[in-house]
């Protein structure tokens, strides 16, 4: 339903008191005094990277990624990290908000355009509002995905197409004028310049802040590429800026990355960027600068790409003498593909020796790099076998800067800050982690066991990951009462209120 709020007084609303609360909704562990001076917090999240991208994860890779090497190097490298679901709206949704995605209105796949209803309640509390609060300047630079209210003519706004996998049924009536609602700014972040819906989905331009950047008077057709002989491959039509070019999308955000670390380093404030980039995401195309970097193909030399952008980043970091006091995490919101836009794989495992890929339950759907440099408090050149999801990082981070989570908050977010300074969390005191599939199919995970459901939620595939990483054995048959106790636990924190 539209709000009769304006937007910038929708930005002012208190966060509501959540309430209903059941025993499974996991809360931050008790706050602890953040390490002085304040650290400053990134978070960099590759789109549709695979746990076999990073050479630091898989050594045969086809991919050279010198600057994620170095994270591992000078850092944490997690082995057991994962994404809540294995497309990506509904991990940035839980990522931002630590909340499951499947307890939206969004229960499988993802929005096809960024003309949807926003996904992200703006009363609900998130990682940009919680450490604004705390005194960070926030940021959120990259892809969103989560939905706008974009205005329509004649009044009210857009709302675009639903489900349309071809790219076709692009949307025309849409006033671009006016400001655009729903979005960084209106949920916790001082600073915005985003990729509406992913290089791929319609419309095709920036938005900073609540404005649309360029001409957007440019109507784009599905599977049209913005240069020949470069992918057009799963482009939906839509409206495209005058002068847009696929290619520059990846240094662009890049830039303003560096600017926003740049401003906010001068300032000696605190800041939280949360940089979310196009790569590797199909159609790719990467700049002139990548083609060619690595041995897997166009989708291989984003990879390069993103880890280019990293590396720009890391560089800008010691530039301005502020590496020791930042928290850098790299990591991806699904696995990857298995093949690139050729067609072909080129001999390289995108997500390893995993089982699976994109979209599904299989570890290669959601099992992703996870990568921590911390000076003075992350051990280097480590790794860390603690089971971490992406929608811990609300509790975490609340933990780090030594503050609470309000009631209601972050209900499936656990506190992982001790597995970040390098302790081996116990998987078997860890609270039971959901697993959700771009079709809407459930898993959960508790300790080493996975037990998988299909679309009825009937158990189908019980594996131990320990003994059988690669899910080929089912003991379903040989432990009927672990199942039966696993599938109650799936269905309390499915019908949990939060």
Known sequence: MNSPW?????????????????????????ATRPSSPTPNIIVLLADDM????????????????????????????????????????????????????WRTRLKN???????????????RETIARLLQRTGYRTAAIGKWHL?????????GFVRGKTNHMNGAGGTRAVDLAQPIQGGPLELGFNESFILPGGINLEPHFYIEGDRAVGKPTVWRAAAAPTRPGTSGLEVHEGWMAEGWSDEDVGPTLTEKALRFITA??????????YFASQAPHRNCTPPAFARGKSQAGVRGDMVYEFDWSLGRILAKLDELGIAENTIVIVTSDNG????????????HK????????????????????????????APAGRTNGSLVVLTDLMATLASLVGTSLPPGAGPDSFNVLPALRGETMD?????????????????????????????????VQLVHLDRDPQEATNEIAREPALVAQLQAELERIRNAKS
């Open 147 to 155: 939905g706008l209210n974009f205005a329509q003519p004649g009044g």
């Open 50 to 101: 695979g746990y076999g991208d990073p050479r630091c994860y898989n050594p045969a890779s086809k991919i050279p990624t010198p600057n994620m090497d170095r994270m591992a190097a000078e850092g944490l490298r997690f082995t057991d990290a994962h994404t809540p679901a294995a497309v990506c709206t509904p991990t940035r949704y839980g990522t931002l908000t630590g909340r499951y995605s």
């Open 109 to 123: 796949m993802v929005l096809w355009s960024e003309y949807e209803e926003p996904l992200i309640d703006p009363q």
């Open 264 to 273: 906010h380093a001068a300032a000696r404030t605190p800041f939280f960027l």
């Open 6 to 30: 304006p937007h910038r007084l929708r930005a002012l609303l208190p966060i509501v008191i959540l309430s209903g609360l059941q025993s499974v909704v996991l809360t931050a562990a008790p």
């Open 427 to 459: 998987a078997s005191a860890r609270p039971a982690v959901v697993l959700h599939s771009g079709s809407g199919l459930f898993a959960i995970r508790r300790g080493p066991w996975k037990l998988s459901f299909d679309a009825k939620m009937k158990p």
């Open 350 to 377: 995108s997500n390893g020796e995993l089982r699976g890929s994109k979209g599904g339950l299989f570890e290669g759907g959601h099992r992703v790099p996870f990568l921590v440099r911390w000076p003075g408090q």
């Open 336 to 347: 990857a593909v298995p093949k690139s836009d050729e067609g072909d794989d080129f001999g």
